[in-house]
Antibody, heavy 120, light 108 residues
Framework: QVQLVESGGGLVKPGGSLRLSCAASGFTFSDDYMSWIRQAPGKGLEWISYISSSSSYTNYADSVKGRFTISRDNAKNSLYLQMSSLRAEDTAVYYC?????????????WGQGTLVTVSS | SYVLTQPFSVSVAPGKTARITCGGNNIGSKSVHWYQQKPGQAPVVVIYYDTDRPSGIPERFSGSNSGNTATLTISRVEAGDEADYYCQVWDSSSDHYVFGTGTKVTVL
């Protein structure tokens, strides 16, 4: 069965950096686009970045562009999000989500999320 | 940037029908997807490509999309349908994915 497991969240000071990981299993990871989506406490969902199956294409929400970098290692079935210059407003649960190649445009599997707290 | 607007909350009695709207400029020209999120859980897609249901999602969930409004309809509402619901599209002009503001469905 498809599984996505995020890790790497935690408490970080404003201006600091953090790297999130998402371990994928149960499907051919190299076939599918992947995204990071976050949810601030008590707030709605915010898409922040996607990466194509072969890493040829990436894009970012304006709120994180220039500060966050998405990457993947298909040999390791892993997705990453390097976050830098973190701000209090980046505090959120971060989900990785699969966009299946056979059904583009939506997210059919999500991880359980990892909490990032930016605070001094 | 493309904006999707949903009502903050919808209340419905058990057995009745809940309709959740998602407004966006000419949203009828886009594919709309809907997610259900229960407290402490990750979202689950309940409708994709406007009207399609993933396996395992009850037939009580249906969708439509036309003009400037997409709608998620939940028929014969049950207590277990109480959750937050989000619409979502891919905006081709920005190559961004956009989520709606979210609607809290309360079963009375």
């Amino acid at each position: 069965q498809v599984q996505l497991v995020e890790s790497g969240g935690g408490l970080v000071k404003p201006g600091g950096s953090l790297r999130l990981s998402c371990a994928a299993s149960g499907f051919t990871f190299s076939d599918d686009y992947m995204s990071w989506i976050r949810q601030a406490p008590g707030k709605g969902l915010e898409w922040i970045s996607y990466i194509s199956s072969s890493s040829s294409y990436t894009n970012y929400a304006d709120s994180v562009k220039g500060r966050f970098t998405i990457s993947r290692d298909n040999a390791k079935n892993s997705l990453y999000l390097q976050m830098s210059s973190l701000r209090a407003e980046d505090t959120a649960v971060y989900y990785c989500a699969r966009e299946p190649v056979h059904r583009r445009g939506n997210f059919d599997y999500w991880g359980q999320g990892t909490l990032v707290t930016v605070s001094s | 940037s493309y904006v999707l607007t949903q009502p903050f909350s919808v209340s419905v009695a058990p057995g009745k029908t809940a309709r959740i709207t998602c407004g966006g400029n000419n949203i009828g020209s886009k594919s709309v997807h809907w997610y259900q999120q229960k407290p402490g859980q990750a979202p689950v897609v309940v409708i994709y490509y406007d009207t399609d249901r993933p396996s395992g999602i009850p037939e009580r969930f249906s969708g439509s999309n036309s003009g400037n409004t997409a709608t998620l309809t939940i028929s014969r509402v049950e207590a277990g349908d109480e959750a937050d619901y989000y619409c979502q599209v891919w905006d081709s002009s920005s190559d961004h994915y956009v989520f709606g503001t979210g609607t809290k469905v309360t079963v009375l």
